[in-house]
């Protein structure tokens, strides 16, 4: 089919892939907003930005000694609804040790009997699938059971935070995660915690029940 270009400016008679690849620069195209690193260009045409649900990198806490704690004191505050911490390569100092956190409000940990948690595992050698909860509060919400001290068979988890500048709503959490228990199985554990009071959180610490934490990669993200 001959190629004709039509006095009304179209071109007509290219088939399919008759054109050479890059030959059309992002220019000619007829697009409407602004195309940027930020942006990309959708089915009608138009550059946006991506939709709901993209983190942000805030923090990152990197564990390469022994340290009592971890403290995530600052970026979370009414910037976003939603904070994530992502743990990756946790490991503890001592055996069957449990990972527990508090919450801060005005930088300070809050050891007050407000925090009700649950949590339900289950275990690769199928002996125990349990549940644990603290519906009376202990000072504290416990986010993972029995660690193996082992560094070679390391914890993994996510907790998402949910608006924690609310300050007339309470503070929930969730968490998901995978580690090694004392006996050496593969664990998948899922839990959450409601911390009954109203005051704004503004950040979170991790301790253990007992001994040090020895490593780990603590990351900071809000959620939009």
């Known amino acids: 089919m001959p ?41 009608d045409g138009a550059f946006a930005e991506a939709g709901g649900g993209q983190k942000t990198l805030l923090s990152t806490t ?8 971890v403290d995530i004191t600052s970026n979370i505050d009414s910037t976003y609804a939603r904070y994530e911490i992502i743990v990756d390569n946790f490991s503890c100092a001592t055996h069957a040790a449990s990972l527990r956190a508090r919450f801060t409000q005005g930088g300070s940990a809050d050891s007050s009997s407000d925090y009700l948690w649950v949590y339900h595992y289950e275990q690769s050698d199928n002996a125990d699938t349990a549940r644990n909860r603290d519906p ?10 029995e660690c193996r001290e082992t560094v070679a068979e390391p914890g993994h988890f996510r907790l998402t935070l949910y608006s924690p500048s609310d300050t007339n709503a309470y503070c929930y959490a969730d968490w998901i995660a995978t580690y090694s228990r004392d006996g050496g199985n593969c664990n998948f554990l899922r839990g959450a915690v409601q911390f009954k009071q109203t005051p704004a959180v503004d950040g979170i610490t991790f301790f253990m029940s007992s001994g040090n934490i020895d490593s780990g990669v603590f990351k900071l993200y809000g959620i939009t």
């Open 3 to 43: 190629i004709t270009l039509n006095g009304s400016g179209t071109v007509t008679g290219i088939s399919a892939g008759g054109l050479p690849d890059g030959c059309v620069q992002l220019a000619d195209l007829a697009t409407t907003g602004t195309a940027s690193s930020s942006t990309f260009l959708r089915g």
């Open 62 to 69: 990197t564990v390469s000694s022994a340290v009592s704690s």
């Open 136 to 145: 009376s509060g202990a000072g504290y919400f416990q986010v993972l059971d």
